[in-house]
């Protein structure tokens, strides 16, 4: 089985050795995604919402890249920069995804690439 690197210009480039995106098989990787507007290179905001909003929709654009939407993905990881931002986050998350809900699991940590708020990578099955 070869790997297939998804590329899209509506989400941001990797910002090294990594792909967007990886299609394997049946399986789509989705890289972490953070709050970068593709078309300004700029964070979508300095807030938990829109950040969280532009991520999400950066992954709605890969994986329509690949043929998939949010109703593909299986379990999505949520990096946040202070835990205190999860019900912010959770809110905009809510917007992007219906039942069965994808799994989740999601972390603060210390810190995130260009300082975001928020990072999310996703795995989606076709």
Not at 8 to 31: C, E, F, M, Q, R
Request: aromatic letters at 8%; hydrophobic letters at 45%.
């Amino acid at each position: 089985m070869s790997n297939e690197a998804i590329v899209t210009d509506k989400a941001p480039a990797a910002l090294g050795p990594y792909s967007a995106a990886v299609k394997s098989g049946n399986v789509i990787h989705v890289s972490g995604q953070l709050p970068v507007n593709p078309a300004t290179g700029e964070f979508a905001g300095e807030d938990i919402a829109s950040q969280t909003r532009q991520s999400l929709t950066n992954i709605q654009n890969i994986l329509a890249a690949a043929g998939a939407t949010m109703a593909n993905v299986a379990e999505c990881t949520v990096l946040l920069d202070d835990i205190n931002d999860f019900a912010g986050m959770n809110e905009v998350y809510g917007e992007f995804f219906s039942e069965p809900y994808p799994a989740r699991a999601a972390f603060e940590v210390a810190a995130l690439p260009k300082a975001a708020k928020v990072e999310i990578k996703a795995v989606a099955y076709l």
